[in-house]
């Protein structure tokens, strides 16, 4: 028996259709899956059922009874819970007092919800401290708390929107995991997400959502991943490259490395970058890079694999200029670039697509042309004044080359998808002169299988001409589909390295848990 | 090869003003003048009367619009200042501060030598002195948000409460700026300055006090306008107001522009502080800023960085204050009911942001 069935929902803002007549059924005691790219209408869908916004037609049946739900409270109150993308917990606070925000009745009892934690541990495997503070935790802990807080009350439907986005692997599995434990009991799960792969570990049923319809729904046993790739970019993933599919994780079809390059890499040129000995002690005094050795050369992509927590960061602020190391040396094409201002990294012809696309990538309340020319605004002036008009004329061709979608360039970066930002950022990096490194972290970080595309075409032809690409990222993935080289990272140092052909999930996983060999 | 295109840069040089943006501060300013009048009528005043000297006081005469002139001056650097460095995200409270600085050494610099300057150094040099004077006050505050993190709100704050001392102590003590006791006059205040060092006036024939700290507002005001809105260093100062990591990697020397913003910021205080000194008051007293630090402080508010709305800004409060003077000599009405509607217009204002926010998010 469903236990929410939503008929020619139909959800409108403005000109724009968000959703066209959507009917699905929820059973009871399963795992669905939302599956779309951005914008598909994911999070819209989500929102109607948690009553965040009201359908303009269309009508939900909640347990047999007609659902309108006027607010979350009320969504609440029938029994639905969601976990969005952002959460709502107070950092300063325990785990144990943010459970209790909102529920507060007339008297605080913290030993009951300490009992109510012990239970939901128990049957789920939700552990966590009581009373640690929440902004001691981790972003998969965080998540946890949430999980418990929507759990607390027992509900009928639990809806997750993306909640796999924020999260590493090992934190991911276990979140599948308790997916699965949700839904043993008899209660139904919503999952949003645009990675395949979790699908096929945790959906009992898919939907797949593009521009606001559905074009499927498909029980998951036996069901064809392919087919489920091109429901949901609406063409043959084969045409869009086989990167397509590895970036969507389809199990044991990632397609082995010699036969996705059938162009040789030019590979083994001389070195653009080369980090030796590079140690970078934090405020405590901790080790975050401790030795770390790396050589890339020209026209080669070498991947940086590793849980995140590593180093990665710390590396990645390095080269961008943003942290001093405490010793090392860092070269560039023979300059050497250590503890150099950015600018002068940028001069010695370095790109860096930093890992946080909001703090250090962009100006998100500046124009998109004033954000393409961030590092060159004195570009375009005359007497002194900025020439605009010019600046809008090299903004627009740039757009045009790296197909950064906008309706203009004096748009704000805000108003762009995060892919388009994404490619905004990678037209400025690559449009550097000269130009001979690039770093590229977390490149496809948030966006949709799309714009992922662009992404690895951008930097395979980047490659291609000559340059030398660090690819930082904890998609493996994603490393396994784009890298010449994949080195592994842990602890602050590097503990192995695999080249084109010989790269393998075990081995990588192994060594990103430190067990290492070489 | 391409003519200039200075045609171009006018056309494109509009001030941003939108309908909404105007009528928004004009609605609230009657809005507030309406309580005003009903708060008059209350303390049992006739309120014609009050009117009547309200209007004399700020352009009843050839002498009262050139006063209220000269005091919208003083507003709009302090508001200019405002916008300054709040277009770096920058807010500096600390205009008062910055005009006892200005003013008190373009006194000492009028009395200690610029008298005898020829060709209009005389009254240029203490004007640059002063300016230089604010500069250094407002700068520091700058040097230390950028050195050590120290919010600009209080340390601009706190500085002028070191300011305003020093201004004290200036005139109180012999040997600084206090002029000789003598049969007339005991108060603790400058020798009056050298009349070279006067701001000459701009119709010396009317009687009217305005004088060419008019122009120099002017020139302020489209210098201010063009570096914000259409030069390379307004973007710069808005990419590291937004959001500094990211305009450090793309090469922006973040700590520089921060010292700048609030040094150019504090050198606007300065430069008012000085042309009150020079233009209207011509000797130094230990309360002569009296308010317009604050009170342009809320014009660069209410301007929401704008240099049009800046003047806009400054003319109100400049003939408000005026009128407010006149209203308590003639009619007996406490000028405090002026600041009242000074407060009401200024909570109004803000408050109908939500407003025209709303609208422009649409």
């Given at each position: 028996?469903?236990?929410?069935?939503?008929?020619?929902?139909?959800?409108?803002?403005?000109?724009?259709?968000?959703?066209?007549?959507?009917?699905?059924?929820?059973?009871?005691?399963?795992?669905?899956?939302?599956?779309?790219?951005?914008?598909?209408?994911?999070?819209?869908?989500?929102?109607?059922?948690?009553?965040?916004?009201?359908?303009?037609?269309?009508?939900?049946?909640?347990?047999?009874?007609?659902?309108?739900?006027?607010?979350?409270?009320?969504?609440?109150?029938?029994?639905?819970?969601?976990?969005?993308?952002?959460?709502?917990?107070?950092?300063?606070?325990?785990?144990?007092?943010?459970?209790?925000?909102?529920?507060?009745?007339?008297?605080?009892?913290?030993?009951?919800?300490?009992?109510?934690?012990?239970?939901?541990?128990?049957?789920?495997?939700?552990?966590?401290?009581?009373?640690?503070?929440?902004?001691?935790?981790?972003?998969?802990?965080?998540?946890?708390?949430?999980?418990?807080?929507?759990?607390?009350?027992?509900?009928?439907?639990?809806?997750?929107?993306?909640?796999?986005?924020?999260?590493?692997?090992?934190?991911?599995?276990?979140?599948?995991?308790?997916?699965?434990?949700?839904?043993?009991?008899?209660?139904?799960?919503?999952?949003?997400?645009?990675?395949?792969?979790?699908?096929?570990?945790?959906?009992?049923?898919?939907?797949?959502?593009?521009?606001?319809?559905?074009?499927?729904?498909?029980?998951?046993?036996?069901?064809?991943?392919?087919?489920?790739?091109?429901?949901?970019?609406?063409?043959?993933?084969q045409s869009a490259g086989s990167v397509l599919a590895a970036a969507v994780d389809i199990e044991g079809k990632v397609p082995a490395k010699s036969a996705m390059d059938a162009v040789d890499p030019?590979?083994?040129?001389?070195?653009?970058?080369?980090?030796?000995?590079?140690?970078?002690?934090?405020?405590?005094?901790?080790?975050?890079?401790?030795?770390?050795?790396?050589?890339?050369?020209?026209?080669?992509?070498?991947?940086?694999?590793?849980?995140?927590?590593?180093?990665?960061?710390?590396?990645?602020?390095?080269?961008?200029?943003?942290?001093?190391?405490?010793?090392?040396?860092?070269?560039?094409?023979?300059?050497?670039?250590?503890?150099?201002?950015?600018?002068?990294?940028?001069?010695?012809?370095?790109?860096?697509?930093?890992?946080?696309?909001?703090?250090?990538?962009?100006?998100?309340?500046?124009?998109?042309?004033?954000?393409?020319?961030?590092?060159?605004?004195?570009?375009?002036?005359?007497?002194?004044?900025?020439?605009?008009?010019?600046?809008?004329?090299?903004?627009?061709?740039?757009?045009?080359?790296?197909?950064?979608?906008?309706?203009?360039?004096?748009?704000?970066?805000?108003?762009?998808?995060?892919?388009?930002?994404?490619?905004?950022?990678?037209?400025?990096?690559?449009?550097?002169?000269?130009?001979?490194?690039?770093?590229?972290?977390?490149?496809?970080?948030?966006?949709?299988?799309?714009?992922?595309?662009?992404?690895?075409?951008?930097?395979?032809?980047?490659?291609?001409?000559?340059?030398?690409?660090?690819?930082?990222?904890?998609?493996?993935?994603?490393?396994?589909?784009?890298?010449?080289?994949?080195?592994?990272?842990?602890?602050?140092?590097?503990?192995?390295?695999?080249?084109?052909?010989?790269?393998?999930?075990?081995?990588?996983?192994?060594?990103?848990?430190?067990?290492?060999?070489? | 090869?391409?003519?200039?295109?200075?045609?171009?840069?006018?056309?494109?040089?509009?001030?941003?003003?939108?309908?909404?943006?105007?009528?928004?501060?004009?609605?609230?300013?009657?809005?507030?003048?309406?309580?005003?009048?009903?708060?008059?009528?209350?303390?049992?005043?006739?309120?014609?009367?009050?009117?009547?000297?309200?209007?004399?006081?700020?352009?009843?005469?050839?002498?009262?619009?050139?006063?209220s002139l000269n005091r919208a001056i003083s507003l709009a650097l302090v508001g200019l200042g405002f916008i300054f460095a709040g277009r770096a995200n920058l807010t500096n409270v600390g205009g008062?501060?910055?005009?006892?600085?200005?003013?008190?050494?373009?006194?000492?610099?009028?009395?200690?030598?610029?008298?005898?300057?020829?060709?209009?150094?005389?009254?240029?040099?203490?004007?640059?002195?002063?300016?230089?004077?604010?500069?250094?006050?407002?700068?520091?505050?700058?040097?230390?948000?950028?050195?050590?993190?120290?919010?600009?709100?209080?340390?601009?704050?706190?500085?002028?409460?070191?300011?305003?001392?020093?201004?004290?102590?200036?005139?109180?003590?012999?040997?600084?700026?206090?002029?000789?006791?003598?049969?007339?006059?005991?108060?603790?205040?400058?020798?009056?300055?050298?009349?070279?060092?006067?701001?000459?006036?701009?119709?010396?024939?009317?009687?009217?006090?305005?004088?060419?700290?008019?122009?120099?507002?002017?020139?302020?005001?489209?210098?201010?306008?063009?570096?914000?809105?259409?030069?390379?260093?307004?973007?710069?100062?808005?990419?590291?107001?937004?959001?500094?990591?990211?305009?450090?990697?793309?090469?922006?020397?973040?700590?520089?522009?921060?010292?700048?913003?609030?040094?150019?910021?504090?050198?606007?205080?300065?430069?008012?502080?000085?042309?009150?000194?020079?233009?209207?008051?011509?000797?130094?007293?230990?309360?002569?800023?009296?308010?317009?630090?604050?009170?342009?402080?809320?014009?660069?508010?209410?301007?929401?960085?704008?240099?049009?709305?800046?003047?806009?800004?400054?003319?109100?409060?400049?003939?408000?204050?005026?009128?407010?003077?006149?209203?308590?000599?003639?009619?007996?009405?406490?000028?405090?009911?002026?600041?009242?509607?000074?407060?009401?217009?200024?909570?109004?204002?803000?408050?109908?942001?939500?407003?025209?926010?709303?609208?422009?998010?649409?």
């Amino acid at each position: 028996m469903a236990i929410l069935e939503l008929s020619g929902l139909t959800k409108r803002f403005g000109a724009f259709t968000a959703l066209d007549n959507i009917s699905l059924g929820i059973e009871r005691g399963e795992v669905h899956c939302l599956l779309g790219e951005n914008g598909a209408g994911k999070s819209t869908l989500c929102n109607l059922i948690f009553g965040v916004h009201r359908p303009d037609a269309g009508t939900m049946v909640l347990s047999g009874e007609q659902f309108q739900p006027r607010g979350p409270a009320e969504a609440l109150q029938r029994g639905i819970v969601m976990v969005h993308q952002h959460f709502s917990l107070v950092p300063n606070m325990s785990v144990a007092e943010n459970l209790m925000l909102g529920r507060a009745s007339a008297v605080l009892k913290p030993q009951d919800i300490i009992v109510r934690m012990g239970q939901l541990a128990a049957e789920y495997g939700l552990e966590i401290d009581p009373d640690a503070l929440i902004e001691d935790l981790s972003v998969g802990e965080r998540q946890r708390v949430e999980i418990i807080k929507c759990l607390l009350g027992d509900p009928r439907l639990l809806v997750l929107d993306e909640p796999t986005a924020v999260l590493q692997p090992d934190e991911i599995d276990a979140l599948l995991a308790i997916c699965r434990q949700v839904a043993l009991r008899g209660k139904s799960v919503i999952l949003v997400t645009h990675k395949l792969g979790e699908i096929g570990r945790v959906a009992d049923r898919t939907t797949v959502l593009r521009q606001g319809r559905i074009i499927e729904t498909v029980t998951m046993e036996g069901a064809d991943m392919r087919a489920l790739v091109r429901s949901m970019v609406g063409r043959d993933v084969q045409s869009a490259g086989s990167v397509l599919a590895a970036a969507v994780d389809i199990e044991g079809k990632v397609p082995a490395k010699s036969a996705m390059d059938a162009v040789d890499p030019t590979s083994s040129g001389e070195a653009v970058l080369q980090i030796s000995d590079l140690v970078y002690r934090d405020a405590h005094g901790l080790a975050r890079l401790d030795g770390l050795n790396l050589t890339v050369g020209s026209g080669e992509i070498v991947g940086i694999a590793g849980v995140e927590g590593n180093g990665q960061t710390e590396l990645g602020l390095i080269l961008a200029g943003l942290a001093s190391p405490s010793t090392g040396a860092i070269v560039v094409g023979g300059t050497p670039v250590t503890d150099c201002t950015p600018q002068q990294i940028t001069d010695a012809g370095v790109g860096i697509v930093p890992e946080d696309r909001h703090a250090v990538a962009c100006i998100k309340e500046l124009s998109v042309a004033e954000n393409l020319f961030l590092g060159a605004i004195g570009k375009f002036s005359r007497f002194g004044l900025l020439d605009k008009s010019a600046r809008r004329k090299a903004a627009e061709a740039m757009m045009r080359e790296f197909d950064v979608r906008a309706s203009s360039p004096d748009v704000s970066m805000a108003s762009l998808s995060g892919g388009n930002q994404q490619k905004a950022v990678l037209a400025r990096e690559l449009s550097l002169d000269p130009l001979v490194f690039l770093l590229a972290a977390q490149p496809t970080r948030g966006l949709d299988v799309g714009a992922i595309e662009a992404v690895y075409n951008r930097i395979r032809a980047a490659r291609d001409r000559g340059l030398g690409v660090l690819l930082i990222s904890s998609e493996l993935e994603e490393l396994m589909a784009v890298s010449d080289r994949i080195a592994v990272i842990y602890r602050g140092k590097l503990v192995g390295e695999l080249s084109a052909g010989s790269f393998s999930r075990e081995a990588i996983g192994a060594m990103m848990s430190g067990h290492a060999h070489v | 090869m391409k003519i200039p295109k200075f045609a171009e840069v006018a056309r494109g040089a509009r001030f941003d003003v939108r309908p909404l943006q105007v009528m928004v501060p004009v609605i609230s300013t009657v809005i507030a003048l309406g309580i005003g009048v009903l708060i008059i009528a209350s303390t049992g005043a006739s309120v014609l009367g009050a009117i009547d000297a309200f209007w004399d006081g700020m352009a009843g005469s050839d002498f009262n619009i050139g006063a209220s002139l000269n005091r919208a001056i003083s507003l709009a650097l302090v508001g200019l200042g405002f916008i300054f460095a709040g277009r770096a995200n920058l807010t500096n409270v600390g205009g008062e501060g910055q005009i006892a600085m200005g003013g008190m050494f373009a006194t000492a610099a009028a009395l200690h030598g610029a008298g005898d300057l020829p060709l209009g150094l005389a009254f240029v040099v203490p004007l640059v002195v002063g300016t230089a004077a604010g500069a250094l006050w407002g700068g520091l505050a700058g040097f230390l948000k950028a050195a050590r993190g120290t919010n600009e709100v209080i340390s601009t704050l706190l500085l002028s409460f070191i300011a305003l001392p020093l201004v004290y102590w200036s005139v109180e003590s012999f040997h600084l700026l206090r002029k000789p006791i003598s049969d007339l006059s005991s108060l603790p205040e400058s020798p009056e300055i050298p009349d070279t060092t006067k701001l000459p006036l701009l119709f010396p024939d009317n009687g009217s006090p305005l004088h060419i700290g008019l122009l120099i507002a002017a020139v302020a005001v489209v210098a201010v306008w063009l570096v914000l809105k259409h030069s390379p260093l307004g973007v710069r100062l808005r990419a590291v107001g937004l959001n500094a990591t990211a305009s450090r990697r793309a090469g922006m020397r973040t700590s520089l522009h921060v010292v700048l913003a609030m040094t150019v910021s504090g050198g606007f205080g300065g430069l008012a502080g000085a042309i009150m000194i020079l233009g209207q008051q011509f000797y130094l007293t230990s309360d002569f800023s009296s308010g317009y630090g604050f009170d342009g402080l809320v014009v660069g508010l209410l301007s929401r960085g704008s240099a049009a709305g800046v003047v806009i800004g400054a003319l109100l409060f400049g003939f408000l204050r005026s009128g407010s003077i006149n209203m308590e000599i003639s009619a007996n009405v406490p000028s405090a009911v002026v600041l009242i509607c000074q407060g009401l217009i200024v909570i109004i204002i803000a408050g109908s942001t939500i407003l025209t926010n709303r609208k422009a998010s649409r």
